[in-house]
């Protein structure tokens, strides 16, 4: 890998490390693969030279030093990786998280909204294969995470397969460890690292620091399918507590109109939230444009727009913290906070459904 500095190489850039765990830690177990490496033994694994160039600090472990399966992650877990960040903010230039690729884009996109602003990178890695399978790429994730920490393009970023992904786009897809380029952006607008390191691309560059690791467990995802049966739907959402619930649909046609009957129902019973969301990675899911979608929208569900799956869940549960109103959270929810949304997409969506949808 060739290196290049974005910065004055007499100024040492402090990086906090956290050590979340993941395949990235991970090696062969009698019972399977499982968190075994620590932050140091990976890091002495990579290019000498490259951690001369930086001060990397003693890597923070809330969860152990082997870290955890990330398939474990819950939002407490996440709340913590936030407020160690929040705790070391004054004393270092940048963070990187390594973390398991399985939950790897949701903890990320909720570390934007809960360190909405903020002035210093924080890049996220992770890797599809261990230290001891052959080619794998643990070394080579953890130096374009260093490296890209080390600029001043601050925000929060994922760091995979030289690529840099803005976080709140970033979404996984490919789980095979044949595959190691695991992340991508769902504007398909990744950036390659030695472009990453010569130039701005800096997310929230003088915008105020907001602080805020709340985050609502009251939010979940379900996917409507031909066979969802509205009288087990009607039962499932009598016996939750849920806030507010993120529905996967096929397209941009809502769904069936009896299944939204149900949601709409629960959602004015309960002052709950239904955001509806496609399946496909790519794309704007936009209610606006066909008949059944028109009348989900009318009914009250939202439209997630061009947001990943991965920031609909964080955002939702982020707004949810702060116990707005529902008229709040709507207007809030389709304003773009950490780049998770396209402005003139929201534009042009508020001003097709003007008739029937108030955001402002």
């Not at 913590?80 to 903890?107: E, M, N, P, Q, W």
């Not at 976080?167 to 490919?174: I, N």
């Not at 095979?176 to 990453?196: K, P, Y």
Request: hydrophobic share 40%; with cysteine; charged share 20%.
């Amino acid at each position: 890998m060739k290196y290049y500095l974005a910065e004055d190489p007499l100024i040492k850039t402090r990086i906090l490390p956290i050590h979340v765990g993941g395949t990235i830690a991970s090696a062969e177990s009698k019972t399977g693969f499982k968190p075994k490496h620590s932050f140091a033994g990976l890091l002495s694994r990579i290019d000498k030279g490259l951690s001369g160039e930086r001060l990397i600090a003693h890597a923070q472990t809330p969860f152990g030093e082997f870290g955890i399966d990330s398939a474990s992650m819950q939002i407490p877990h996440i709340q913590k990786i936030a407020r160690t960040i929040c705790d070391s903010y004054d004393h270092h230039d940048a963070f990187i998280v390594t973390h398991g690729t399985d939950t790897l884009a949701y903890t990320a996109s909720m570390l934007s909204f809960m360190l909405q602003g903020i002035q210093k990178p924080v890049v996220v890695t992770g890797a599809q294969k261990t230290l001891e399978d052959k080619g794998n790429d643990v070394t080579e994730n953890l130096e374009t995470a260093l490296l890209a920490a080390s600029t001043l393009n601050c925000g929060v970023w994922v760091a995979f397969n030289k690529k840099i992904i803005k976080a709140t786009r970033a979404t996984k897809t490919d789980i095979g460890v044949d595959c190691l380029d695991a992340f991508a952006s769902n504007l398909r607008d990744e950036i390659h690292l030695s472009e990453f390191l010569l130039n701005d691309y800096a997310i929230n560059k003088g915008q105020t620091e907001t602080f805020n690791t709340e985050a609502s467990q009251s939010v979940d995802i379900f996917s409507l399918t031909h066979t969802t049966n509205p009288l087990w739907l009607t039962h499932y959402l009598q016996h939750t507590d849920l806030k507010a619930l993120i529905v996967l649909i096929y397209g941009m046609s809502g769904h069936r109109e009896e299944l939204i009957d149900v949601l709409s129902r629960w959602a004015n019973d309960n002052e709950a939230i239904v955001i509806a969301k496609s399946h496909s990675a790519y794309g704007s899911t936009d209610l606006s444009k066909y008949e059944l979608g028109v009348k989900a929208l009318r009914m009250g569900v939202l439209s997630a727009l061009d947001m990943t799956l991965e920031s609909v869940y964080a955002k939702t549960s982020t707004l949810l913290a702060r116990r707005v109103s529902q008229r709040e959270f709507t207007r809030q929810f389709y304003s773009n906070s950490c780049g998770e949304l396209d402005e003139a997409g929201v534009q042009k969506f508020a001003q097709k459904s003007d008739s029937w949808l108030a955001i402002s």
